[in-house]
């Protein structure tokens, strides 16, 4: 028996397979719906199994970043359910196991359920009939990828927990953890599947890094001002861990003394409940932080779309782009 057939229902790994299938459901599809806009940029027509199969092994490394990130961040939700590492906990002791041991299995298993995902990302990749030469234009673009995120998730944990007020930092960790990652990347790959010239990967990297700084923007706002209920995710989370996000790196350059204090004492706090956070957006208001912001994203959008003008795409493909850009950024707080 293969390992997939152990995944299969009433196998000793379908409680674990079924945590994967259960994330899939959810989510945006960003990159995949990029890899495939790359490969319309870049001229692909006729049959896109090979680009459709690209762009779901995306997702499937999208997962696996996704569930050790939450171990990571001790997240509670993802996708509007429990985290892995918190369903994984609650299927062992569903299970028999003991009730001291469940968080402990819980991470561990959701560590291993993303190694998986990993695994069967690269798989799909590699079975996706892609000819030698897609193959050697799509590889370093993957590896490139995986380098980077991780680049900036390093970052993002070095940063974590110190609130010092360092905005550049900050955008740094979001080109390499979202920009690239998100939108560049995905765009590239799925433009290096259809032979892109160098002239679509550079119009790619114009449009995708501003949009992805933005993209990310809006993220921190809703990760403090969101409905949970629309995001599927806390909004006590960053607070709780010290994220160190431009929009709280404005509020502590811009604090009073006695503000200051409030974040100081507030932010990175793991007990931290409602009430601090509504004092800490208070002082992310007070401070101009939120609007800056909101005017960051604005800025970038326009630069991301400015971008596309002059990209050597299909009109159907720039539109599309166009529309992409305005959902990913729109204010929902």
Not at 122 to 128: F, G, K, N, Q, V
Not at 205 to 216: D, M
Request: charged content about 25%; some cysteine.
């Amino acid at each position: 028996m293969d390992i997939k057939e152990r995944a299969a229902p009433g196998t000793e790994l379908f409680y674990l397979t079924t945590r994967l299938r259960q994330l899939l459901a959810g989510g945006k599809r960003v990159r995949s719906l990029l890899c495939l806009y790359g490969w319309q940029a870049a001229g692909g027509t006729g049959d896109m199994t090979a680009a459709v199969r690209a762009a779901a092994s995306l997702e499937l490394f999208q997962l696996f970043a996704l569930i050790h990130d939450d171990v990571m961040d001790d997240s509670d939700v993802r996708r509007g359910q429990p985290s892995a590492h918190r369903a994984l906990a609650t299927a062992y002791t569903d299970g028999g196991g003991p009730p001291g041991r469940a968080q402990a299995h819980g991470r561990s298993a959701a560590v291993l359920l993303g190694d998986l995902a990993l695994v069967w990302s690269d798989e799909l990749l590699r079975t996706a009939d892609l000819s030698p030469r897609q193959l050697a234009q799509v590889l370093p673009l993957v590896a490139e990828m995986r380098s980077e995120v991780m680049y900036g998730q390093l970052l993002d944990l070095q940063t974590t927990g110190r609130l010092g007020g360092d905005v550049d930092t900050a955008l740094h960790v979001i080109r390499y953890k979202t920009a690239k990652y998100t939108i560049e990347r995905p765009l590239h790959i799925g433009a290096a599947l259809a032979g892109a010239a160098p002239p679509v990967l550079e119009a790619c990297t114009a449009f995708g890094i501003p949009l992805g700084e933005a993209f990310q923007l809006r993220d921190d706002l809703l990760g403090v001002f969101g409905d949970p209920t629309k995001t599927g995710k806390s909004i006590l989370d960053d607070l709780r861990e010290g994220k160190a996000t431009v929009l709280m790196g404005l509020a502590i350059q811009r604090a009073s003394t006695a503000e200051l204090k409030t974040l100081r004492d507030l932010v990175g706090r793991s007990d931290l409940n409602e009430e601090h956070a509504a004092a800490v957006r208070t002082i992310l208001n007070l401070t101009g932080a939120r609007q800056t912001v909101e005017d960051m994203i604005t800025t970038r959008r326009a630069a991301a779309l400015t971008a596309l003008d002059k990209a050597p795409f299909p009109e159907s493909v720039t539109a599309s782009l166009r529309q992409l850009a305005q959902d990913a950024t729109a204010r929902h707080t």
